[in-house]
């Protein structure tokens, strides 16, 4: 595409412009909006920045980017100059802290969101650092964050890499608002009012933000709070009692949902109140494809030319996004934290369309490589009830702790999405790299046709499923899947492979490692299911408890936030190695911590020539061990 334009500078006004040059091109002297990210700049519809760009573009707005910039050198932001309305900051697609650093707390060797894979390019918990960035350049400008990092520490939080307690992000940081959740009606609306000449303080009746009342408004703090709402445990019963993160979570839990006539909720801190407004109504299927439609170029910026692949672009680079949400209620994802349990979902027009623009690329070779959400059969499935209907729902989970009456279940709307993507001419191949809920195909009626088509039409030669665990203790903690519903797809997925004959497609697990409530007896359960079930590999997350989720309430506190149940945590980095190397026991170089692993747990029985065995014998001590 790129090898069509006549001028060298034509080809960058596809891309909002990063530079003052980019700007001169096209004959703007000021940008009205400037976005920062932590990732690389890409102009795909994966990354909710460049949707947050393209809407204010076609809002008729001046917008630009700077990425992943040196945030010490004034230089890096004074070259676009001031923002007329105000900055939008992100860390990136994912939050900063989990970019930069490992389960075992080490800097990471590599970045996926970074030209090259190059790691560092990006600060601590980037959202709050380029938002103070902003303001000591620039103190006068209008900062606000958004993102996934922005959603899972807008409030006190627990943080794994301080190991402790941190304030919200407004507390600690000169920002002036936060747009928690997908960002785009917020920020748009704030660039209504702010484009009419008001201020910050103005955009305080904006739903799905979360403002700071300063010091110097506290006396009147009673006066400006919302008439209505909910008073999350202050900052300073928190420090004291951990449990008061447990009602925290609670609370911000049970006014998450737009069905559920959420309040507004307030925390207060020694020198400030954050107020968090309810939530922003999930998109329409309309809007939504009023969003994918937007001029994407698709592509990093020609910036990046030299720079060497971002990984992250070549695994989305020809995917499709079909819809946003989880109604899933797993505790250890922000997903649905972030993007809520309402499915928010494109047509089959709309995803169709984004197919027949992506086959035309001179560069695209045939192979579509997603086409799904966060969880890919979720699409068509929901709640019967209109969204508007705040009064009709009282539920906290569509699945839990059995399925809604007024839940969907069907996937014949995917189904017949799937065979239209793949119809398109040019479409040689379609891959699902979304995994799928397995408890919805066991339940809907249509699920052995469905996984046959997946099966026949959509796998590369594995099929990647995220089990997570399989002792029952610790899929409690997960609330996911139990073993029953694991077992019984497995003997499904075997009696469909050997029906069509495809003897090479195989399952590949999916485990959590180390999740509250595993003890190393409930981590021997995962190589005897593998062993039973003849799986021979398996992919390992060792847990990370994200800012914001159930499960770092239960890392930090010791508490089930559902259930009040007592839960133990492996919070040692031996037992954390102990704990992963029995999930892969076949790899040679973790003989030596399985030994140790069956005898700390007195389950030496596994050690020997049984079929239940997971050594042949004790492994010999080297000078390394």
């Known amino acids: 595409m790129q090898g069509n334009t006549q001028n060298p500078a034509d080809r960058e006004f596809r891309h909002p412009p990063m530079s003052a040059r980019e700007m001169e091109w096209r004959g703007w002297d000021q940008l009205d909006v400037i976005l920062i990210t932590g990732d690389a700049f890409i102009d795909h519809p994966s990354f909710e920045i460049a949707i947050i760009g393209r809407i204010l573009e076609a809002m008729g707005l001046h917008v630009g980017y700077i990425a992943q910039p040196d945030w010490r050198v004034a230089a890096e932001l004074t070259n676009l100059g001031p923002p007329r309305l105000f900055y939008v900051v992100s860390g990136g697609k994912s939050d900063s802290m989990i970019a930069n650093y490992s389960p075992t707390r080490r800097p990471r060797k590599i970045d996926f969101f970074s030209p090259g894979r190059l790691p560092g390019l990006r600060p601590d918990r980037a959202a709050a650092a380029y938002a103070g960035w902003c303001k000591s350049v620039y103190p006068d400008s209008i900062v606000i964050i958004t993102g996934v990092e922005a959603t899972g520490r807008k409030l006190a939080h627990f943080d794994y890499w301080d190991d402790g307690l941190r304030r919200g992000l407004l507390a600690d940081c000169p920002a002036d608002l936060v747009a928690y959740g997908p960002g785009e009606r917020a920020v748009s609306q704030i660039a209504q009012i702010a484009a009419r ?82 939530p922003q109504r999930p998109l329409t299927t309309l809007e939504m494809d009023r969003i994918y439609a937007l001029p994407y170029s698709r592509t990093p910026h020609p910036r990046y030319r030299e720079a060497g692949p971002i990984p992250s672009f070549e695994t989305v680079k020809f995917a499709l996004t079909t819809h946003r949400g989880c109604f899933g209620d797993c505790t250890f994802c922000n ?37 799904g959400g966060p969880a890919g059969n979720t699409y068509g499935c929901g709640c019967r009830l209109n969204v508007d209907d705040k009064t009709g729902c009282d539920r906290e989970s569509c699945l839990l702790p059995a399925p809604c009456p007024n839940f969907r279940l069907d996937c014949s709307e995917y189904l017949d999405l799937l065979r239209g993507v793949r119809g398109v001419d040019g479409v040689e191949r379609c891959y699902l790299a979304s995994h799928l809920r397995i408890d919805l195909i066991e339940r809907d009626p249509l699920g052995d046709m469905f996984l046959e088509e997946i099966v026949r039409y959509f796998l590369s030669g594995h099929l990647k499923i995220p089990f997570d665990h399989v002792a029952a203790e610790v899929n409690r903690r997960l609330r996911t899947y139990d073993r029953p519903c694991i077992e019984s797809f497995i003997d499904r997925f075997e009696r469909i492979r050997q029906q069509l004959g495809l003897n090479d497609v195989t399952i590949t697990p999916y485990f959590i490692s180390g999740h509250p409530g595993s003890r190393i007896e409930d981590a021997i359960e995962i190589p005897l299911f593998m062993k039973k079930r003849q799986l021979n590999v398996c992919q390992i997350q060792d847990f990370v408890p994200l800012p914001g989720t159930a499960s770092a309430v239960m890392y930090y506190t010791g508490i089930d936030p559902f259930t009040g149940d007592e839960v133990y945590r492996a919070i040692s980095f031996p037992e954390r190695k102990l704990q992963r190397s029995l999930f892969q026991f076949y790899k040679p170089q973790n003989e030596r911590p399985v030994y140790e692993a069956l005898k700390e747990a007195n389950r030496l029985d596994l050690v020997g020539d049984g079929p239940d065995c997971l050594l042949a014998a004790e492994p010999e001590w080297t000078e390394f061990d």
């Open 335 to 371: 997903m649905r934290q972030h993007e809520g349990r309402h499915i928010s979902q494109r047509s089959r027009e709309s995803v169709i369309k984004e197919a027949l623009l992506v086959s035309g690329f001179k560069y695209f070779r045939g192979w579509i490589s997603n086409i």
């Open 197 to 278: 000449g008001g201020s910050a303080r103005d955009c305080r009746g904006i739903r799905g933000i979360v403002y700071r009342l300063a010091r110097e408004e506290l006396p009147e703090a009673e006066r400006l709070l919302p008439p209505d709402f909910a008073e999350l445990p202050s900052y300073a019963t928190l420090q004291l009692a951990k449990p008061a993160l447990v009602d925290a979570f609670r609370l911000e839990y049970a006014n998450a949902d737009y069905h559920r006539n959420p309040r507004a909720l307030v925390q207060r801190y020694d020198d400030c109140i954050l107020v968090q407004t309810p």
